[in-house]
């Protein structure tokens, strides 16, 4: 059974930083990916990031690009979103998701059949 947990949201001035948690247990497999989605009020989610649990690699969305790092701790089953120089625009609900597979971007939301129930990020100007 796949279950994900965020957490780490909050309230934080533009231009702060804040570390976004996410606790994965989807079993033994290696081969899964691990993105970030954001949705703010009236909007679509969105993606945000992904990283490859096998090997590290990550992708990003020109939105995060150089402010927000993805991580992962495979020890701990988790996997982080850092991002600072936060804008209010950057303020959304934020979700992880994952999806067995390795190949492809899985840039879409439709990529991903489980999902966290999601961790509000406020950014105050």
């Known amino acids: 059974q796949v279950h994900l947990v965020e957490s780490g949201g909050g309230l934080v001035q533009a231009g702060g930083s804040l570390r976004l948690s996410c606790a994965a247990s989807v079993g033994t497999t290696t081969y899964y990916v691990v993105g970030w989605f954001r949705q703010a009020p009236g909007k679509e989610r969105e993606f945000v990031a992904n990283?490859?649990?096998?090997?590290?690699?990550?992708v990003y969305a020109e939105s995060g690009k150089g402010r927000f790092t993805i991580s992962r701790d495979n020890a701990k089953n988790t996997v982080y979103l850092q991002m600072s120089n936060l804008k209010t625009e950057d303020t959304a609900v934020y979700y992880c998701?994952?999806?067995?597979?390795?190949?492809?971007?899985?840039?879409?939301?439709?990529?991903?059949?489980?999902w966290g129930q999601g961790t509000q990020v406020t950014v105050s100007a």
């Open positions: 990283i490859r649990r096998s090997d590290g690699s990550t």
């Open positions: 998701a994952t999806v067995f597979g390795f190949s492809g971007l899985y840039v879409s939301t439709a990529d991903y059949p489980y």
